[in-house]
């Protein structure tokens, strides 16, 4: 199986986050030797489900529910400490021993990161991306102030304690000062907890960029498991409803210390239509009893929130900008079983903004804001055989022929991974 796999392969979200990565992730992550997150937080949510098994995972990456890969949080991703032992106490008691280092180099989101983000997103009203709650933008915000807490952090009292004096008063000055809110958490107890934290999670902590470097001179196969998605990348989503880290694969080499020139493989998981958690326009957004059933049908519920997710159809404005923002060199297709028995299934191709046809997602916000979709109607499929996989792809339905084939077109990138189920074995590979 490993001579098959290229030496390092990732796989990242091409829409808004929540396109099956996780499922994707785990499908690969077998034959991998090291599996690693690049960015974001615990404000992802993977799920995969083995042998009936669910398991719902927001740090470590999904790579972790098979024996053999050793799993990579890698320095471009925000910790919260507490998220991350829970996560492993939960992993435990579901009889995983996880194989898990942790760059010594990762921020930490501390207790009043998680207050600012609820602060901010008040303050941000109509702008404001509806934020998990995780703390996520004030921690990477803190990165960049030079004001930040990192993983090393935790092991070094003196310098926690320094850092944590400096970073508790800048937080509480703009709570309290600027935003008017009382700040709940209190500096003696962070240290306490967070040195207990430290105590706690030594023995993962590693310079996890030359673990990785080490790895590939030897030949090891890497896989790179993103999160979120494109359009929720802090440089190439709709800004200000996005994320705050870069989502696309560029980040790959900044956030965890493995050169750009390594990768030879850059997947993007495409969901057959589209969903969103969150605040911001959606031009293919749907409501009625369509969006409720696809809702229904596909789960979509937040991993990280429960939050009812927004739905659409395929939106192929947004994939073509994953396309080249990306470099996909594939394209992962998922759900497709959830459209089955809609008899014609819209996907959107262009928009259309005050009478013009735009092809390529607009940095304005008054243009996105105002973008219509248009819309190529496609004919649907009424099911998809039984045991597809053991098939192969030519037993799939004409019209899923079709609906690949336009999407190939439109975007101008191969859909080599064909996802029909939530299970591991539910894939075609082409
Ligand atoms: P934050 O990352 O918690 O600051 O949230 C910013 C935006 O990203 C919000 O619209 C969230 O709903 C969205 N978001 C963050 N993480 C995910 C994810 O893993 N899947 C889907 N949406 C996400």
Known sequence: MKSAQSKITAIVGAQWGDEGKGKITDFFAGQSDYVVRFHGGNNAGHTV????????LHLIPSGVIYESPVSIIGNGVVVDPKALLSEISYLKEKGIEPKLLVSDRCHIIMPYHIELDSALSGHQAELAAGSTGRGIAPVYADKMFRNGIRMIDLLEPDI?????????????????????????????SIFQDYIDFGIK?????????VELYKAHQN??????????????????????????????AGHISTGTGVSFRDIDRIIGVVKAYLSRVGESPL?????????????DVGGEYGTTTGRPRRIGWLD??????AVRVNGLTEIALTKLDVLNGIKEIPVCIDYEIDGSTVSEMPASLTMYRNAKPVYKTLEGWDSIPDNIW????NALPKEIHNYIDFIEQ?????VKIISVGPQRHETIIR
Do not use: W
Request: with cysteine.
């Open 160 to 188: 926690l304690k320094q850092k944590l004096e400096k970073g508790y008063a800048f937080a509480k000055g703009i709570i309290e000062k600027s935003l008017n809110k009382k700040m709940i958490s209190e500096p003696r």
């Open 219 to 248: 030949g090891k196969s890497i896989l790179f498991e993103g999160a979120q998605g494109i359009s929720l990348d802090v440089d190439h989503g709709i800004y200000p409803y996005t994320t705050s880290s870069n989502t696309a």
């Open 201 to 209: 999670l030594k023995d993962y902590v590693s310079d996890t960029s």
């Open 390 to 393: 053991d098939k192969g792809f």
């Open 49 to 56: 489900i083995v042998n009936n098994n669910i398991f719902k």
């Open 316 to 321: 192929l404005v947004q994939v073509r900008q």
């Open 410 to 414: 439109a975007v101008g990138c191969s």
């Open 283 to 295: 031009p293919s957004e749907i409501d009625g009893e369509m969006a409720e059933k696809i809702r």
